[in-house]
């Protein structure tokens, strides 16, 4: 069993009419990328609002290296809200300087670390510019070095990636690597699924303020697999839907010079291999492979499919 | 508390080092200096004195008009014709003519500019005295040095003397108290809406900018609420002690680098007693002078009477605690609305006590004991204005013990209020919210 950091027990917040977390229960591994998933309202912000202890749960516990989640975790805990900003008239290193010593760190050191995080994204020369003089992107790059600023051992990032062009978000996913392999937990939120398969070796999706799937990645892209198969047959000259018959349901199908590409769902009760030993008197296979769903078509037919949730 | 602190220095230093802090530290004196150097300078100014020239054809005025500072009169008995049109070229600036008559009470003032107000009614003074002089003898042969001395000794004097509980006396002026409390309370006004205001601004500001949720994620909603207050405060107290500070700086320097502008009174007074000579009534007027010094003495006396350390430390308990009981609610304002321009209707209830209180205050200073003066000088909403009205004219200890005992369990109290609110609030964007769902807010949990 892995170690865990992070343990929330069904934790519940209610709001006027509105019950933003009904019951949500997360595991986060130590020193492991945890992405927190769902459609926007779903109740991620609350739940990422409850660990940061910004707010209290109505019910529940939340564990914390083993302890109960107290203030003086504060300092341990790194965050990145979705709604961030800065003082538009302050400058920059003032500023950066000010969180810094918010966050505990002594102003010498803040200067030392700063230093070497301005110069890392290249962005010394901002140090006596004022913040409103930035554009989106350079702010964000601003926030995310307030954010790691005290070496948090966990990380909350909400949305990171908005706002940054693709050459940033690069760097960025690169650093959230970084940390990791420096030994950092991080959660994170967001909409961009190519994000979550690069990065996340967990997730949790939460949809209407309960969570309908936890695990990791890769189990969970097992246990969603629909037996698909993509297949490419050289000199391949058979009536292919009668050759499948009873074996394989043929979604795709289609030919380019001497080769066939195909996209099989096989039926519950046959094999790869009984797939292959049919095919393969037939033509030169030049690759056969099981298409695993992405994170996106998990995400959107647990969303959507209400039903099956119930059923989780 | 490290990092409230940290708080304060962050709020108190932008403040202190915006340019529209120095330009209105520097401008605000300047301008209240001006407020007393201005009506100085304009009074010595208008001094240019008129030359007038006298045709008297009864002789009961000759010689006997009194001259002043801004009036000066000579004789003639040239024919008024010719008088009208040469007195110009004679260096005088009009004419007064009596013409002859029985009851010479009748004049004419001729002249090409228009003679300021001041001069038509010392001529009429002058003359009044005079001819009141000249029946009183002719008519009645009474002297008019012996009535004015009766007069100097029938001089009613009612001084106004008031006493505490045991007896003991204390000098008082009415006229000094009403200033000096409604000088209190119209400050402490405008210090709760100036920076009450700003520590709304503050929030909005940190909301709208959305750097609220990375600060609340290092410190508690509360500590930020406290340490943007108490910073403001600060900046307030900075800039009202500047402005006492440099207006007494820069008066004095004006008075000490122009003194014959701020020495008015002595001038005169020489003035005066040069005229004496020329006139019988000499001691006459120095009865007045004495009788006006003795005024100006009593007013003295009473302000040595009034206790300043007491009454300027009670003052800053109430400068400090009124800003602090309402700057709790302007900050939870700020925290319900996303732009100032929403604030409006949430602004108004927390002001009506404030408006209503200034408005309260003309009254307390006529009655500052009564029921009314009492109970609002003891309700926080409305104490720290109506007791600094009602200070100076003496309130009893337990009673301002009372009061200031409610104001900060008041502030405790709005503090609670506002923070459940402000808590809430900084953390939700969007719609503005109506008072029913502020008032759900405070039912949620931390």
Not at chain 1, 2 to 7: C, F, G, T, Y
Not at chain 1, 246 to 251: D, L, T
Not at chain 2, 73 to 101: A, Q
Not at chain 2, 129 to 136: T, V
Request: glycine share 6%.
């Amino acid at each position: 069993m892995e170690n865990i950091i992070l343990k929330t027990e069904d934790i519940v917040k209610q709001y006027a009419n509105h019950r933003a977390l009904d019951k949500v229960s997360i595991s986060v591994p130590q020193n492991s990328i945890y992405g927190l998933l769902g459609p926007n309202g779903a109740g991620k912000t609350s739940l990422i609002r409850i660990i940061n202890q910004i707010t209290a749960p109505d019910e529940g516990k939340i564990w914390f290296k083993g302890e109960s989640l107290k203030s003086k975790h504060i300092g341990m805990i790194g965050y990145l809200p979705e709604e961030r900003g800065l003082y538009k008239k302050m400058k920059v290193g003032e500023q950066a300087i000010y969180l810094s010593q918010l966050k505990g760190v002594p102003k010498a050191v803040a200067m030392k670390r700063l230093k070497y995080w301005f110069e890392r994204f290249e962005i010394e020369n901002w140090w006596n510019k004022k913040v409103e003089e930035l554009s989106k992107g350079m702010q964000q790059k601003v926030q995310f070095i307030v954010t790691i600023i005290h070496e948090p051992e966990f990380l909350i990032f909400d949305e990171p990636f908005s706002g940054f062009d693709p050459i940033n978000t690069e760097i960025l996913k690169q650093e959230i690597l970084r940390l990791k392999e420096n030994g950092a937990t991080i959660i994170f939120s967001t909409h961009n699924m190519s994000s979550v398969e690069e990065l996340c070796d967990n997730i949790a999706l939460i949809d209407n303020s309960k969570k309908i799937l936890e695990g990791k990645v890769s189990d969970i892209k097992e246990q969603y697999k629909e037996n698909r198969y993509s297949i490419c047959i050289q000199d391949f000259n058979q009536d292919i839907h009668k050759l499948m018959e009873g074996i394989a349901k043929v979604e795709h199908c289609e030919l380019s010079g001497n080769k066939t590409n195909l996209r099989v769902k096989l039926f519950e009760n046959s094999s790869s291999n009984e797939f292959l030993h049919k095919i393969l008197p037939h033509g030169h296979i030049s690759f056969f492979n099981e298409i695993l769903p992405s994170m996106n078509d998990i995400f959107i037919s647990n969303v959507q499919d209400k039903d099956s949730i119930k059923v989780q | 508390m490290r990092k409230i602190l940290l708080i304060i220095k962050r709020e108190y230093f932008t403040r202190v080092k915006k340019k529209s802090f120095i330009i209105m530290t520097i401008l605000g004196p300047i301008l209240m200096a001006s407020l007393m150097i201005v009506p100085i300078f304009i009074a010595k100014m208008n001094d240019e004195s008129s030359k007038i020239i006298v045709l008297d054809e009864n002789g009961i005025y000759i010689n006997k008009l009194e001259n002043n500072p801004d009036i000066s009169f000579e004789y003639t008995d040239i024919y008024i014709e010719d008088l009208k049109t040469s007195y110009i070229k004679m260096g005088y600036d009009g004419i007064l003519y009596i013409p002859h008559n029985s009851m010479p009470n009748r004049a004419y003032l001729f002249s090409e500019k228009q003679l300021g107000l001041g001069v038509k009614s010392h001529i009429q003074n002058a003359m009044k005295y005079n001819i009141d002089n000249y029946f009183m003898e002719q008519l009645f042969n009474i002297n008019r040095d012996s009535i004015k001395a009766l007069e100097q000794n029938t001089r009613i004097m009612l001084e106004q003397r008031k006493i505490d509980q045991l007896g003991q006396e204390k000098e008082s002026s009415t006229e000094l108290s009403t200033i000096l409390g409604m000088l209190g309370g119209v400050i402490i006004y405008f210090f709760i809406f100036m920076f009450g205001s700003q520590v709304m601004r503050g929030v909005i500001e940190e909301k709208t900018s959305r750097i609220i949720e990375v600060v609340v994620s290092s410190i508690k909603p509360f500590q930020l609420m406290m340490g943007k207050i108490v910073g403001i405060a600060l900046v307030g107290l900075t800039q009202f002690i500047l402005w006492v500070f440099l207006t007494f700086a820069i008066y004095t320097g004006f008075s000490m680098s122009m003194p014959e502008y701020f020495e008015g009174k002595t001038e005169n007074n020489e003035l005066v007693s040069m005229d004496n000579k020329f006139y019988p009534e000499n001691v006459m007027m120095e009865s007045t002078v004495q009788a006006e010094n003795g005024e100006v003495q009593a007013i003295i006396d009473s302000i040595k009477s009034i206790n300043f350390t007491t009454i300027i430390l009670i003052f800053l308990f109430y400068f400090i605690g009124g800003y602090l009981f309402y700057a709790t609610s302007f900050a939870a304002i700020g925290s319900a609305v996303d732009n100032e321009a929403d604030t409006q209707q949430f602004v108004l209830p927390v002001t009506v006590p404030l408006i209503f209180a200034l408005i309260m205050a003309q009254f307390v200073t006529n009655n500052p004991n009564g029921q009314i003066a009492f109970w609002l000088s003891i309700i926080p909403f409305t104490s720290p204005i109506i007791m600094m009205v009602r200070i100076p004219f003496g309130v009893p200890v337990n009673e301002i013990i009372l009061s200031m005992s409610l104001l900060v369990v008041g502030f405790i109290f709005a503090t609670w209020l506002a923070a459940k609110i402000y808590r809430t609030g900084i953390l939700m964007y969007g719609k503005k919210p109506s008072y029913r769902e502020i008032i759900k807010w405070l039912r949620y949990k931390n």
